[in-house]
């Protein structure tokens, strides 16, 4: 505070006449202590009435609330020594703020020895509490999902060094084998976190099509990440298992889209729609941001963050970097947001849950998600997110050294990511223009004087038999018979919104001749899937082809695998078989085109219907297969030979080794809070390591 004095000329510690140094350094003294009991005092009051306000909003507002509470402090001093114009008084609570977070204990994350001391300090405080209460502890297991990372991304930036944290669980030292196990697992055809992380959390994705839906009977459109849907989706998801979720017996969740039943809450999105004192999801929070010197950290991170976003899109502009999309608007923020914000909150969370000893903790960290949408999977932009969440594990490794009981940590995602142009930026029109035009509907300008608009355009009048004309009007049908097109990464859902149920193959054909050959036949489109009055679900491709899924095996032989759903394997039979059966399958479902590296890397190239070139959604390559990184004092996820396949099945999983430590916590398997009685029998283990588990229907879910 004194150097701040000499160096602001709006900021003064002494009289206008002058003072000498011994009362300037009272003057400050008295200052400093003042502003740090308004602090202690006010911050936390502040804060939790600010919780109604966006998180977005609230790190802006930090320097602000501090400024604020700096001319307080001055205003208290005696004889109006303290004086500070309101600009000059937010830049000195920052810098006060900012070298009290550098030279305090609590953030001396590098330093060793001090923050091993203050870890032992609140272990040793928490260790006392517990075994006065409870006695010894079982192990208690911390799920991390690392949003988005694919199962080759992690072993090559472990391969790179990029992740050292992860390389010492995976590597093997002298004389020792390696402390984790690293597991791929397929993802169902929606390969988004609002399938996975439902299945994962809850027992159950059923009837979870896509990221996003229209449900004919409500004219609504389902999104996951809003949180009414989300909310929905979970008590559909509780209402058909019967079971509250995966984390309902002492368990926390941590900035996930759902809460798996857990009493302990943080920006969970499930519960964010709710008003009131039932409303936790917000506590991450106050938690966080009670504490001032977190909320400058995460503050001046948060800006750090956005400079370097505008700076790295900048280069990409100038370089001429391909494929690119706009990074513009808000998204700078956005990305801060995901990349600090949410990280810090959510990692502090965890520590407070390993430090208060909970049983079961399911936290999700989305900043390389977020990134890699806009930036690329392999990017450069990328890699150093994971640069920087390995440092958030290696932080959380320390806490559980610490802890007053044994903690496994588990790490998972949910999904990949596909790398590839997007579809508008390969053919000059979006998948909704494409589906209007081959619908004879207007579409714009642009559209019409593409290649693929002109083709879909001429199949229309073809159709209809009626001459292809460059002129006249185009008449537009009634509103309500225009179709409902959504995108979800690569998948795209069409709906015909006043055609009650689905619509079949010959309804559609009937009312829009040229639609299903314009889609199949389009270069940047793999597959459709629809089904006939006749023949049941079809898939259909390109020149012709057609697919009749009830005459196929759900594994049937790679090499007999018929086009068009031979590039994405044969477990795109029951990937597919299993979204037909969803009540709410799209009349529609396309999938784009995919592009193999011819590696065998399982990169290869998707075109996503949205504006992002790492995309997931649907099927083809990356975006389909996630990890599962595990203890080996935990039961292997299956047996030799077998393959994890879906979030149902990692759900079982995980519950299995909930279960696994003797007299540890036990996940209810019937009943829900408030609900009535369900009971199911538990599953043995070796049931999980049977060849084949994975084609074997659940029929609890």
């Avoid at 977005?56 to 402090?73: E, I």
């Avoid at 990221?211 to 004919?216: D, G, I, N, V």
Wanted: charged share 25%; proline share 7%; net charge neutral.
């Amino acid at each position: 505070m004194l150097v701040l004095a000499g160096l602001l000329p709006e900021f003064r510690l002494q009289s206008e006449s002058g003072d000498s140094a011994t009362r300037i350094g009272i003057t400050a003294a008295i200052g400093a202590g003042v502003f740090g009991l308004l602090t202690a005092l006010v911050w936390p009051l502040v804060v939790r009435a600010l919780l109604l306000v966006p998180a977005l909003v609230l790190g802006l507002l930090v320097f602000f609330l501090n400024g604020s509470l700096l001319l307080v402090a001055l205003s208290l001093i005696p004889d109006g020594r303290g004086e500070s114009d309101p600009q000059t008084a937010v830049v000195v609570a920052a810098v006060m703020s900012a070298v009290a977070s550098a030279t305090s204990t609590a953030l001396a994350v590098r330093d060793d020895t001090a923050y091993r001391r203050r870890l032992y300090r609140l272990a040793d405080r928490r260790r006392r509490r517990a075994v006065a209460v409870a006695g010894p502890r079982t192990p208690a297991t911390v799920f991390l999902q690392l949003d988005g990372v694919g199962h080759d991304v992690l072993r090559d930036a472990v391969a790179e060094g990029l992740m050292p944290t992860v390389a010492a669980l995976l590597a093997e030292r002298p004389g020792e084998p390696p402390s984790h196990r690293l597991t791929p697992w397929r993802t169902d055809w929606s390969s988004q976190t609002g399938a996975s992380q439902l299945g994962i959390l809850h027992g159950s994705n059923h009837d979870v099509p896509a990221f996003r839906w229209f449900e004919k009977e409500h004219g609504e459109v389902v999104v996951c990440n809003r949180p009414a849907s989300a909310a929905e989706l979970q008590r559909r998801a509780v209402a058909r298992t019967g079971d509250a979720g995966l984390l309902t017996v002492d368990g926390a969740s941590r900035g996930n889209l759902f809460s798996g039943g857990a009493d302990q809450l943080a920006l969970v999105l499930s519960v964010a729609a709710r008003r009131g004192r039932a409303n936790r999801s917000r506590a991450g929070y106050f938690a966080y941001f009670s504490d001032p010197a977190n909320a400058v950290r995460t503050a001046m991170s948060f800006v750090a963050e956005v400079i370097r976003e505008i700076a790295q899109s900048t280069r990409a502009r100038l370089r001429r970097t391909r494929p690119r999309v706009s990074r513009g608007g808000l998204y700078p923020f956005i990305r801060a947001f995901a990349t600090v914000v949410e990280r810090d909150v959510v990692v502090a969370a965890v520590i407070g849950d390993m430090l208060a000893g909970r049983s079961a903790v399911y936290a999700d960290l989305v900043a390389y998600d977020e990134v890699a949408h806009h930036s690329g999977p392999r990017s450069r932009d990328a890699e150093q997110v994971l640069v920087r969440l390995d440092r958030s594990l290696a932080l959380l490794a320390k806490v559980a050294e610490h802890a007053p009981r044994q903690y496994r940590i588990v790490l998972l995602s949910d999904h990949g990511q596909s790398p590839g142009e997007t579809f508008r930026a390969r053919y000059g029109l979006t998948l909704g223009d494409l589906v209007r035009a081959g619908c004879g509907l207007p579409v714009p300008r642009r559209a019409r004087r593409t290649r693929s608009g002109a083709e879909a355009r001429a199949a229309v009048l073809a159709a209809l038999h009626r001459p292809v004309e460059e002129g006249g009007e185009q008449r537009r049908p009634a509103k309500r018979r225009e179709p409902v097109v959504l995108a979800s990464g690569n998948l795209g859902l069409v709906s015909f919104p006043d055609v009650r149920g689905r619509m079949t193959r010959e309804q559609i054909d009937r009312r829009h001749p040229a639609l299903l050959p314009t889609l199949a036949n389009h270069p940047g489109i793999g597959f459709l899937l629809v089904r006939s009055e006749e023949h049941g679900p079809l898939v259909l491709g390109a020149r012709g082809a057609e697919i009749r899924l009830d005459e196929l095996s759900d594994d049937p032989d790679p090499a007999q695998l018929p086009e068009p759903l031979r590039e994405f394997g044969p477990a795109a039979v029951a990937a597919v078989r299993r979204t037909d059966g969803f009540p709410h399958v799209a009349d529609i479902m396309v999938n784009s085109s995919y592009e193999p590296s011819g590696e065998g890397s399982g990169d290869g190239e998707v075109l996503a219907f949205e504006e992002q070139i790492g995309s997931h959604g649907g099927l083809g390559g990356a975006q389909g297969r996630p990890f599962l990184l595990s203890p080996y004092t935990l039961s292997p996820p299956v047996g030799d030979g077998a393959e994890l396949v879906g979030a149902e099945q990692v759900h079982r999983v995980l519950r299995r080794w909930l279960r696994e430590a003797a007299d540890g916590p036990q996940v209810p398997l019937g009943g829900v809070p408030g609900g009535t009685e369900n009971p199911r029998p538990a599953e043995p283990v070796e049931e999980h390591f049977a060849a084949g588990d994975h084609a074997v229907e659940d029929k609890t879910h």
